[in-house]
């Protein structure tokens, strides 16, 4: 599977990919946790860090789910070095596997539903 530059996306690939802020287009930076060829799919967990308005602030949090992708060709592949440090701290523990992992939890106690 490869992305929209002709780059080879693999699991723990930290990527760039289209979402929505509101009714805004907005670009999130994500890690991916799974890949399937058939049908395509990405699963990706997310930063989000909302927009730069006086009454708002701005801020990287992890998205509340993991979201999946159909299509590779829509994404870019980040080189490590080239991913904000604050977006790496939040990324660098995520895994699949949520109910064994301390990121989880801590994320869990930073964001109460």
Not at 1 to 25: C, N, P, T, W
Not at 42 to 56: F, K, M, R, S
Request: no cysteine; proline share 5%.
């Amino acid at each position: 599977m490869k992305d929209k530059l002709g780059r080879e996306i693999k699991i723990g690939d930290y990527i760039v990919y289209g979402s929505l802020l509101g009714q805004s287009a907005a670009l999130r930076i994500g890690k991916v946790l799974a890949l399937k060829e058939d049908p395509t799919r990405i699963t990706v967990w997310g930063v989000e860090d909302g927009v730069d308005l006086p009454h708002y602030k701005k801020q990287a949090k992890l998205v509340y789910a993991k979201g999946h992708l159909s299509f590779p060709e829509r994404v870019i592949v980040l080189r490590s070095q080239d991913v904000p440090r604050q977006y790496l701290t939040l990324l660098e523990p995520v895994t699949l596997d949520r109910k064994n992992s301390s990121w989880y939890a801590e994320y869990k106690k930073r964001n109460p539903e």
